[in-house]
C-alpha cells in the first residue's frame, strides 16, 4: 500500500522490461475502484483511450521510450471506502511506428447519424 493525503500529487511511471529495444509503451486506459477485485462495479476514470478523464490526470514525457510517466491528485471513493485501487491498460508498440496506438494519443470515437 501507498498512503497519501486528500488531493496530494502522485506520480507513477509504468516501465517495459524487454530485450527488444525498438519497442515503446502507452498509456491507454486507468481506472480506479474501491474494490480490488472489481474493476467493473463502481470506478472512477483516469484516463480513457488515451483521453484524460480526470481534469488533474497529466502525462508525462519520459526519457526512455519503454517508460511511461503519469500523474494524477489523489482522490477517495465517499468516506466509505477506505482504498483505492488502480488498474492500468498499457500498450505496446514498435518504436517509430507512427501508425499504431501508441503514436494516436487520444482517440475519440464518434457518434454516427441515425440516418447514416
Known amino acids: 500500500p501507498y498512503y497519501v493525503d486528500m488531493n496530494q ?3 507513477l511511471q509504468a516501465s517495459l522490461h524487454s530485450s527488444d529495444q525498438n519497442l515503446a509503451v502507452f498509456v491507454d486506459t486507468c481506472v480506479a475502484s474501491p474494490n480490488s477485485s472489481d474493476f ?8 480513457k483511450r488515451g483521453c484524460a478523464s480526470d481534469s488533474t ?3 508525462f ?6 517508460v511511461a510517466r503519469f500523474g494524477f491528485n489523489a482522490f477517495s471513493f465517499v468516506n466509505r471506502y477506505p ?4 488498474q492500468c ?3 505496446v508498440c514498435r518504436y517509430h511506428d507512427y501508425s499504431s496506438r501508441c503514436y ?4 475519440k470515437r464518434f457518434k ?4 447514416s
Open 57 to 59: 490526470y497529466t502525462p
Open 89 to 91: 491498460e498499457l500498450v
Open 104 to 107: 494516436q494519443g487520444c482517440v
Open 61 to 66: 514525457s519520459s526519457p526512455h521510450r519503454n
Open 9 to 11: 500529487n502522485l506520480f
Open 112 to 115: 454516427r447519424n441515425s440516418d
Open 83 to 86: 482504498s483505492v485501487y488502480l
Open 40 to 47: 467493473r462495479t463502481l470506478i472512477y476514470e483516469l484516463v
